[in-house]
């Protein structure tokens, strides 16, 4: 069983950056895929990025050359990096992450982006 927690979120201005966590209970160094999904208000949960086992990454476009996906496995940790923050970007943010036919979930945190 893997726990996952985010932290990071909070309030900040168009422009400016956070950075995300996700803590695992377990270790995440056997993994298919760990990711970065979202949900603002009244709209559908998507995904933000992720890394594939092999190393990969994969960005939605709307978020290319601002935001990066990176994990420690000696922390146990995925990050979040994001730069250039606009108002769209508003949402709760989850990590997720596949092993085996097992999919985990954060409770998600927090990232409103407003002046």
């Known amino acids: 069983q893997v726990q996952l927690v985010e932290s990071g979120g909070g309030l900040v201005q168009p422009g400016g950056s956070l950075r995300l966590s996700c803590a695992a209970s377990?270790?995440?160094?056997?993994?298919?895929?760990m990711g970065w999904h979202r949900q603002a208000p009244g709209k559908q949960r998507e995904l933000v990025a992720n890394i594939i086992s092999g190393g990969s990454t994969y960005y939605v476009d709307s978020v290319k050359g601002r935001f990066t996906i990176s994990r420690d496995t000696a922390k146990n940790t995925m990050y979040l990096q994001m730069n250039s923050l606009k108002p769209d970007d508003t949402a709760v943010y989850y990590c997720?992450?596949?092993?085996?036919?097992?999919?985990?979930w954060g409770q998600g945190t927090q990232v409103t982006v407003s002046s």
């Open positions: 377990g270790s995440i160094f056997s993994f298919n895929v």
């Open positions: 997720r992450l596949v092993t085996g036919n097992t999919v985990y």
